[in-house]
């Protein structure tokens, strides 16, 4: 899965300090406090114990590109989805 915006980017610094909790700065001079992208990797590898990934490709002016790696699915009965009591 990708998610694409056309924004103004990251630099690689700023993609190094995503992973980074509480605690990047950026160009706006603010001190940002998020955990988003950490947690979300953090959730990935718990629920999908540690096969899915996710990477962050950006570069200054034009804009950044986030990838989620998930497993395949297996194939499952439709049955079994339904008879579980």
């Known amino acids: 899965m990708t998610i694409e915006d056309f924004g103004h980017g990251l630099s690689q610094k700023e993609i190094d300090e995503i992973n980074e909790p509480f605690g990047y700065r950026w ?13 979300v990797k953090a959730m990935l590898s718990t629920f ?22 998930l497993p395949a699915a ?11 009591r």
């Open 48 to 69: 999908y114990q540690g096969n899915a990934d996710l990477f962050v490709n950006s570069k200054r002016g034009t804009g950044t590109k986030i990838t989620i790696i």
């Open 27 to 39: 160009n706006t001079g603010k001190e940002n406090r998020g955990i988003g992208i950490r947690y």
């Open 74 to 84: 297996k194939e499952v009965d439709e049955h079994e989805c339904f008879d579980r």
